[in-house]
């Protein structure tokens, strides 16, 4: 009898415990997680992450999982323990649409562009790609490994943002290295925008003549 007790002491202590693991985190440690994330607590962070807050909880004040957060704000030590941790999806998006990967090349962080890539991050999804932000900034070496990794050259933004592609943006900003870099890979020159634009269009009206004509005699 004592056994059985014993026992079923143990099975009802388990099943309490199960039950407060399940409970969901408070609105006070949903937010204490994500000013860690921001200060770059990585030791916070590595407590709660899993335990108290899943990893791809999305932070209410703006929209953003903890990675695509961290990488925003340069939280070096928080992104290395959020890579680290198996529940982190690469993939999840914050309510704007931005994956760690493209929020990577936004801030122009070959480092962290680097290390998504090497975990299996995707270089590709409908609408805006990590291309896209790395040809508008004009960093060569990141829209080059983007592309080394299958980037689509020709990946076009959504309709109602005006269906760019990344050379539309990159003769749009004046990175004409960026562009020529594009060109070269393969990418589309007599493409157009929702206003029958094509790069050399846009570099034109930008005052990229010389990157326009260019554009253009790679047309023909």
Do not use: C
Request: hydrophobic share 45%; aromatic share 4%; charged share 25%.
């Amino acid at each position: 009898m004592p056994i059985r007790r014993l026992l079923a002491a143990s099975l009802l202590f388990a099943a309490i415990a199960g039950a407060h693991a399940a409970l969901p985190p408070t609105p006070q440690q949903v937010s204490s997680f994500f000013r860690a994330v921001q200060m770059d607590d990585a030791g916070t962070v590595r407590k709660m992450v899993g335990a108290v807050v899943n990893a791809n909880e999305l932070n209410p004040l703006g929209g953003e999982p903890a990675l695509v957060l961290a990488i925003r704000e340069g939280a070096r030590e928080v992104i290395l323990e959020l890579l680290r941790h198996p529940g982190t999806d690469l993939e999840r998006k914050a309510v704007n649409g931005n994956t760690a990967l493209m929020m990577a090349a936004f801030k122009r962080d070959e480092e962290v562009v680097r290390a998504l890539l090497k975990k299996g991050a995707k270089v590709n999804q409908p609408g805006w790609t990590a291309l896209h932000y790395a040809a508008a900034s004009g960093d060569d070496k990141i829209a080059q490994l983007l592309i080394e990794h299958g980037a689509k050259l020709d990946a076009v933004s959504p309709r109602p943002s005006g269906a760019f592609t990344p050379l539309m943006l990159a003769a749009r900003e004046g990175k004409d290295a960026t562009a020529r870099l594009l060109v070269a890979r393969g990418a589309n020159t007599a493409l157009k925008n929702t206003e029958g634009h094509t790069a050399a269009q846009i570099a034109r009206q930008a005052g990229r003549d010389e990157l326009a004509r260019e554009l253009t005699a790679s047309a023909r």
